[in-house]
């Protein structure tokens, strides 16, 4: 019902930035909450940021808090990753989520887990260098 194409990965040194973009197509994002998810080689997904659907409640992982910011532009139908400060460990493919569900969850859902989200994307690489 929702395709997510991620962009914006890449090859970046330690301590510099990358925007990450997830485009919508299908389906506007206008109702649905958004996370951002990574996935290291060898470790399980990991929670990464996470928006409601009116873009009034942002909730990150606490290894990225202070460092990623997570946005939506509905007019674009797109959802962005600010991340800055990068380090080695931020190493991963990162994906973006879509949950239909978000309108029903209470204001403050940390939609943090996995289960959360229906439509996913095919992720991005992000490789920060020492």
């Known amino acids: 019902q929702v395709q997510l194409v991620e962009s914006g990965g890449g090859l970046v040194q330690a301590g510099g930035s990358l925007r990450l973009s997830c485009a919508a197509s299908g389906r506007t994002l206008r109702s649905y909450g958004m996370g951002w998810f990574r996935q290291a080689p060898g470790k399980e997904r990991e929670f990464v940021a996470s928006?409601?659907?009116?873009?009034?409640?942002?909730y990150y992982g606490d290894s990225v808090k202070g460092r990623f910011t997570i946005s939506r532009d509905n007019a674009k139908n797109t959802v962005y990753l600010q991340m800055n400060s990068l380090k080695p460990e931020d190493t991963a493919v990162y994906y973006c989520?879509?949950?239909?569900?978000?309108?029903?969850?209470?204001?403050?859902?940390?939609?943090?887990?996995?289960?959360?989200?229906?439509?996913w994307g095919q992720g991005t690489q992000v490789t920060v260098s020492s």
């Open positions: 928006i409601n659907w009116s873009g009034s409640f942002t």
């Open positions: 989520a879509a949950d239909p569900l978000s309108p029903f969850r209470g204001a403050d859902a940390k939609a943090d887990l996995i289960t959360s989200y229906t439509y």
